[in-house]
């Protein structure tokens, strides 16, 4: 089990790529510095995030720059391959053991605001509490705050991208990470037959129009261009994390959960 990170390497940000912007900086950014987030837009003062955080840490960052705010991610109980909450992007950081003794956790998601927060010695529960809830695949993560900022040279083991990226512009800003450059098995859709009460008819109308197969290159061209609503691309990365899982990975899921037949 291993703390995670998810993000988009190849969605726009700034003059380039996610992670140019991370190999460049050195560091993985808050979303009250990014602007951006693989979730919700209110990480601003006053806005949803920023009360959520006033609650959950007691005001602690309420004053705070914004280089100093948590950083969110997943606690990889299942040790699973794609990461711990892969709802949240393609690939992942994982984090170095020590990180741990900073990080605090919560479940669910912090958007549905539970009572608090707890350190890593109460992991093991907090684990059995999300292990026995009926949340959906994307959705079950035992959600992680990675307190005091985050030195991608000191505090990540490794960078896990999806095949897709083994070489181009995420390859090489990967390179310069300074971590090891690791490969899940792969996230790929069949689009034609996809359920539209997942994520709404408007959603599987666009995977559609990406391609009969789309994997998250696909999908971060479409973030890219500027073409399509933000809200439905980020949902039909929702349909290619949800059932685009590779064949290669010992999951549950069948072909037909694919949206192939």
């Known amino acids: 089990m291993s703390l995670t990170l998810q993000f988009h ?30 979730g919700g837009l209110t990480a601003y003062p006053g806005g949803q995030r920023w009360r959520w955080e006033s609650r959950l840490f007691g005001t602690r960052y309420d004053s705070s720059d914004p280089a100093s705010r ?36 919560c479940f669910p998601d912090s958007v549905f605001e539970p009572a608090g927060v707890v350190g890593a010695s109460e992991l093991e ?10 949340h959906d695949y994307l959705d079950d993560y035992v959600e992680a705050h990675v307190h005091s900022g985050l030195s991608v040279a000191e505090d990540v083991e490794a960078v896990v991208l ?30 034609r037959n996809l359920d539209i009460a997942f994520r709404g008819p408007e959603t599987v ?3 559609q129009e990406l391609g009969e197969h789309i994997t998250p290159t ?44």
């Not at 892969?86 to 053991?97: C, E």
């Not at 095949?163 to 069949?190: D, N, S, Y």
């Not at 290619?240 to 694919?258: E, I, N, V």
């Open 70 to 105: 948590p950083l969110y991610g997943a606690w990889n109980r299942h040790d699973d391959a794609y990461g711990g909450s892969p709802r949240f992007g393609s690939a992942y950081l994982r984090l170095r053991p020590h990180v741990l003794e900073r990080t605090t956790f």
């Open 162 to 191: 999806d095949p897709c990226h083994r070489t181009g512009a995420v390859a090489e800003a990967a390179g310069r990470l300074g971590c090891a450059v690791e490969f899940h098995p792969v996230f790929i859709l069949c689009t």
């Open 9 to 38: 390497p190849d969605w726009a940000h700034e003059d380039g790529l996610v992670i140019e912007s991370m190999a460049r900086d050195g560091r993985y950014r808050s979303q009250f510095e990014t602007g951006t987030s693989n």
């Open 218 to 261: 696909d999908v971060a061209q479409a973030a890219r261009s500027g073409d399509h609503d933000p809200q439905q691309v980020k949902r039909v990365w929702h349909l290619l994390a949800r059932f685009g899982r590779g064949t290669s990975h010992a999951d549950k899921l069948t072909r037909s959960d694919r949206g192939c037949v």
């Open 205 to 207: 109308t666009l995977a």
């Open 125 to 134: 529960r907090l684990c059995s509490v999300a292990d026995s809830s009926e």
